[in-house]
Nanobody, 114 residues
Framework: VQLQASGGGLVQAGGSLSLSCAAS????????MGWYRQAPGKQRELVAR???????DYADSMKYRFTISRDIAENTVYLQMNSLEPEDTAVYSC?????????WGKGTLVTVSS
């Protein structure tokens, strides 16, 4: 399983950014897919995840600002981020849980300027 994240960049506070994660196989076969982030000097934390059935789950601080979605035909999961804050600056990584294993893609850097 290979995951390719893209869409990171520099954005001003209050702005929006959309991340994409393209998978090398059918995402409907993954029990879970999600986005995680790691800010400098901090531990990696869950941002949002989506189950094979389409149920979604968010970290509390991002619940009303971020939206995870997927395009099964394109084997891609998205993360729409709105009302970005400098505290959202981090490397965002895509994750897939498949047959008892976690797979990670290379992260994409999101920088939010104040």
């Amino acid at each position: 399983v290979q995951l390719q994240a893209s869409g990171g960049g520099l954005v001003q506070a209050g702005g929006s950014l959309s991340l994409s994660c393209a998978a090398s196989r059918r995402i409907s076969s993954f029990k879970l897919m999600g986005w995680y982030r790691q800010a400098p000097g901090k531990q990696r934390e869950l941002v949002a995840r989506i189950t094979a059935g389409g149920s979604t789950d968010y970290a509390d601080s991002m619940k009303y600002r971020f939206t995870i979605s997927r395009d099964i035909a394109e084997n891609t999961v998205y993360l729409q981020m709105n009302s970005l804050e400098p505290e959202d600056t981090a490397v965002y990584s895509c994750n897939a849980y498949y047959w008892g294993r976690d797979y990670w893609g290379k992260g994409t850097l999101v920088t939010v300027s104040s």
